[in-house]
């Protein structure tokens, strides 16, 4: 059995790791994410005939003994409108340590960044690539592909997570598709988090 206390290896596959015992399984269907997507009447629309499963995620648990915490992210394919299917994202709590590492495995798409400062960028991630998230800085999974995006996350343990930040203020780009493929897009509901 892995856990965080004995030396182990791991396939990075979304096999291996939903069939790891004690881990914790995390399923996002667009009915967990109200507001996130900025087509509303879409969302309702969907909601009405269906929930689909936006993203899931698979955490190998860790109670505090280990600094590092290790998850898998599979983002399904799709849209809602024209937004792309993508993770809810988040700052870390503890802004000072929360710098992470994205290991890309499959599928292409996006990774949104955005710092209290009002600083921003749009990464592009496909596979067998490495994305560094530095400290205090807002990111986002958005898959533009026509197959599952997944990658794998190594953060600090202790960071914790703020969700609600991006709940009130979301990112300042959305990532659309347009009738070329995947465009970038200013948000137009976007709050600079200094003014919340
Ligand atoms: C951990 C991290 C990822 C995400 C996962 C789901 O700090 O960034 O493991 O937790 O991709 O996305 P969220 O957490 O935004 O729902
Ligand atoms: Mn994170």
């Known amino acids: 059995m892995k856990s965080m206390f004995t030396p182990f290896q791991l396939k990075l596959d979304v096999s291996t790791f939903s069939e ?4 914790q399984h995390v399923k996002r269907y667009l ?11 879409a969302v309702a629309t969907l909601l009405t005939k269906d929930n689909p499963l936006i993203y899931e995620y698979w955490e190998i648990p860790n109670d505090g003994s280990s600094l590092i915490s ?10 809602v409108g024209d937004e792309y299917f993508m993770t809810k994202g988040h700052f870390h709590t503890l802004e000072e340590d929360g710098e992470e590492i ?6 292409l798409g996006y990774v949104l960044l955005q710092n209290r400062d009002g600083e921003r960028q749009t990464l592009n991630l496909s596979p067998e690539n490495l994305y560094y998230v530095p400290k205090g800085w807002a990111h986002r999974a958005v898959n533009c592909g026509e197959e599952d995006l997944k990658f794998v996350s190594l953060w600090p343990n202790s960071v914790g997570h703020d969700y609600k930040s991006i709940e009130l203020g979301g990112f300042p780009q959305l990532i659309v598709k ?11 509901h976007y709050h600079s988090y200094q003014t919340l």
């Open 102 to 107: 994205y290991f890309v495995l499959q599928g």
């Open 178 to 188: 347009g009738t070329h493929g995947p465009s970038v897009i200013q948000n137009g």
């Open 20 to 23: 790891l015992q004690l881990i």
């Open 70 to 79: 290790i998850s898998m992210t599979r983002i399904a394919a799709g849209v």
């Open 31 to 41: 009915g967990d994410m109200p507001g996130y997507f900025h087509d509303q009447q």
